[in-house]
């Protein structure tokens, strides 16, 4: 595992940001760490980064304990937030410069391609630049040492969809053989590029899993009754959001095989006139998991 | 990666540097410009706070270079690149070396030399300013900037820090009796100050190391803080004890045993003897006698509610001839006859100050002998005790045991000047120029140096053709330190010295007045101290009431 937690917690004052966080990103794997604003994503990623010390628990980045990630380490990561602080009175060119020498592997030919694909004004300083031209700035400094690990924190806040598509271009162009954390409230946009996925919610990881198997196990059903239809009572813990509305009763089964949802459908509910299963998308698939999660949490 | 750090905040940086570099400029050019007299005055006036700035830019400068890279917080963009924190500390200390202290150190050495002061003297103040500069204003300044994120943050805990500290200070002060802070030996005051300097350096780099390696901006600051408690405490409060100890072991072989004996002679309580004036040191002579008097009348008065006075005449012998003789402590220890101690208390003899239980007022330990005739002189030393505990024993029979740390001023040369010259240069005194003043009343002596003054100066106005010669003033500013240890404002310090000629209310007459002083000459002697030894004196008997200073003596010396 390029990235483990185990059982880490974050506390801000009396504030738990993490409680127990275990979580795991696999050499090569892209996995989105998925969570409304405040679920702990920028937490984790802080403490990954050694910004922050965990309260409680340990993580390991590259293999290395993320309380004594040093230099030989961050020479391996590249890291795009939203909120870097960068100086804000060097012109691009001018910081270019500035983090080149501190990465053997940089490579200036990639730095030319990303610079050329990303349309950076180099002789512009920072602080006059768009939040879209910075986030681009940010990456265009990540990416020419071809980092192991990319860290990527809520990189399309803020973004409108034209930049945020070429970021996500630009990114996939480069990604190659990188491993990549990239947190988001938003799963579709990372849809092309995640190939695991980590929900958290309120410091605590939901689930995680590959995007194939989520993809697969997440199905939205609808029962058409020739009655009115009527919410069984012991609806079974995996089907999310049942409503009954007419003679349609629908609901989001999270556990989908198709002989199972057959026999639970047989047993729990009479006079079913038709059966309805569609796949759902990934927002539809966040959704979904944040208003139970949500609910849950009451 | 410390020269990589170092180029990127001179990039970032050098137009604040330069504006510092500029400010120190002109404040050099002020004061080689303003020369010893400091005229035009309106320019002295208006350029008065060019050295405070140079010393807030050297304060902003500092904080700002370290908030290049901020270290609180968790989203500056160096903290994940592969740069060792180590490395942009010293890239900071780098920069204030170089860019900040450097060019002000050779600004200074420049100043100096268009003041025609000696080139390895120069260099030699130039690096003691370069080393205060660093310890007392860069090296916090790169702690403040260290433990705060932004400079509004600097100044919003750099404001709450300086009033907290005032009001503690304030708090500990009110609590202490009157003249603790003055207890200490006026000569050996520069231990408190370069120990304070030390407990800073030592701080300061502590709390960077701390700061730069673990990033626990809280534990830092509280270091910082207590850091700087320490400092001050150690700077106002350091006992006098231990002042006293460090400077015997930088005495080393100066001290002697001298030939000196002091005695207590109670017939010489109605002696009259003369007053031995003491030289202004500083400022303007009028506001300058007259804000005296009144600060001496207010202390005191507030003294006299606080205190019992006692003045004691002693009898000095063994002085040698032109020598000074100055009590830089007193340790008192009174006691019953069958040995019950009542009180026992340490106290300074400064020029104008007093010290806790026990002290000495101006001239009142301080003998000259003058001339062969040496071997009588008195000296009245003032002891000051606790109101409550001179109640209490004034009208017993008591035991008084008095420890003096006496040192023996020789004098190193004399020097003859004209009363209005141009700039000369004196032995000891350095660039030195003399003129009749506005008022037509004094003259007056100003010297530009980049040295410790000699801690006593003798003058006296003589007129070569009658050989008339007016009464001799001597002033001592005791100062034992090895080195000298340059304020921060400027490398080079304006020494004055006033000189009386005329009494313009007409009730005296100087045999050099006004009718010869274009021709008359300053004889001009300068003193190091040459011997530190102690001596006990035992009074076995005696009732303080007797002593008491409202049957004032007329304090001074005689010969």
Known sequence: ???????????????????????????????????????????????????????????????????????????????????????????????????????????????????????????????????????????????????????????????????????????????????????????????????????????????????????????????????TAVLPKDIPYSWLQPKALGNVLSFVETRFSETELSGKIASLLPAVREVDVQAINLRAIFNVLARDAQRKAG | MIWHYFKKDVRLMWPMALALTTLQTLSALRTVGLGHFNEPRLLYAFTTYLQFLVLLGIVVTSITVVHQDPLPGDRQDWLIRPVKRVDVWLAKVLFVLLVVLAPIFLIDIAEQLMLHLPLFVSLSAAASRFFVLLSVFALPALVLGAITRSFAEALVFGIVATIAFTLLTAMTIGMLPVGTMLERPQGVAWINVASAMLVMLITAVATLAFQYRHRR?????????????????????????????????????????????????????????????????????????????????????????????????????????????????????????????????????????????????????????????????????????????????????????????LTIFRPTQTQMIGTSVGVRQLSGLDSCA????????????????????????????????????????????????????????????????SLPFRDTTGLAHYPVDQSVIARAQISLTTYEPAEHFSRMLVIPNIRLADWAASRDLNPGASN
Not at chain 1, 170 to 197: K, Y
Not at chain 2, 294 to 314: C, F, N, S, T
Not at chain 2, 462 to 470: F, L, T
Request: hydrophobic letters at 40%; glycine letters at 8%; aromatic letters at 6%.
């Open chain 2, 217 to 405: 901006t809280a534990l830092a600051r509280g270091m910082a803080l207590a850091g700087v408690s320490l400092a001050m405490a150690t700077l106002a409060g350091l006992p006098s004890a231990y002042a006293m100890a460090i400077q015997r072991w930088t005495w080393g072989g100066v001290q002697g045993d001298g030939e000196v004996t002091l005695q207590f002679v109670a017939d010489r309580r109605l002696t009259s003897v003369k007053r031995i004036e003491s030289l202004p040191l500083s400022g303007e002579s009028g506001a300058r006698d007259a804000a005296r008097a009144a600060a001496e009348a207010v202390m005191k008065q507030m003294e006299k509610g606080v205190y019992g006075q006692i003045h004691l005449p002693l009898q000095v012998t063994g002085v040698a001839a032109g020598n000074i003789l100055f009590a830089d402590q007193i340790t008192a220890r009174i006691s019953a006859i069958n040995g019950e101690v009542y009180f026992e208390g340490t106290g300074a003899c400064i020029r104008s100050g007093n010290g806790v239980g026990i002290g000495c007022r101006m001239n009142q330990f301080e003998v000259h002998a003058v001339g062969p005739q040496n071997a009588d002189l008195t000296g009245v030393p003032e002891l000051m005790l606790p109101v409550t505990v001179y109640e209490r024993i004034k009208d017993r029979s008591v035991r008084l045991e008095l420890e003096f740390a």
């Open chain 2, 434 to 497: 003399t003129r009749i003043d506005s008022d037509g009343d004094e003259v007056e002596i100003r010297c530009l140096t980049n040295r410790n003054v000699p801690s006593c100066v003798a003058a006296a106005l003589e007129d070569p053709q009658s050989g008339n010669r007016n009464p001799e003033m001597h002033a001592c500013t005791p100062d034992y330190a090895p080195w000298p240890l340059h304020l921060p404002m400027d490398v080079v310090a304006n020494t004055q010295l």
């Open chain 1, 1 to 227: 595992m390029i990235i483990q937690t185990n059982n880490l917690w974050k506390a801000y004052g009396r504030h738990d940001a993490l409680k127990g966080l275990s979580l795991s990103v696999p050499e090569g794997s892209a996995l989105a760490l998925i969570g409304a604003n405040g679920a702990g994503k920028t937490t984790t990623i802080k403490v990954l980064m050694n910004l922050i010390e965990p309260s409680r628990g340990n993580a390991t980045v590259l293999g290395v304990d993320s309380r004594k990630v040093s230099t030989r380490e961050l020479a391996q990561i590249g890291y795009v937030s939203e909120n870097q602080d960068m100086p804000e009175r060097l012109t691009v060119a001018q910081f270019l410069s500035h983090v080149r020498p501190m990465y053997p592997t940089w490579d200036l030919e990639l730095e030319r391609s990303i610079l050329t694909a990303l349309r950076l004004p180099l002789d512009r300083k920072r602080r006059d630049l768009s939040h879209g031209m910075r986030m681009k700035m940010a990456l265009a400094c990540a990416l020419p040492y071809r980092p192991k690990l990319l860290v990527l924190d809520e990189p399309f806040s803020g973004l409108d969809p034209l930049i945020r598509d070429e970021f996500m271009e630009n990114l996939l162009e480069q990604a190659g053989a990188m491993t990549i954390l990239i947190s988001t409230h938003e799963l579709a946009d990372v849809e092309n590029v995640a190939t695991h996925v980590a929900f958290i919610e309120q410091g605590q990881l939901l689930f995680q899993e590959s995007m194939n198997e989520l993809t697969k196990r997440m199905r939205e059903v609808h029962i058409r009754f020739a009655q």
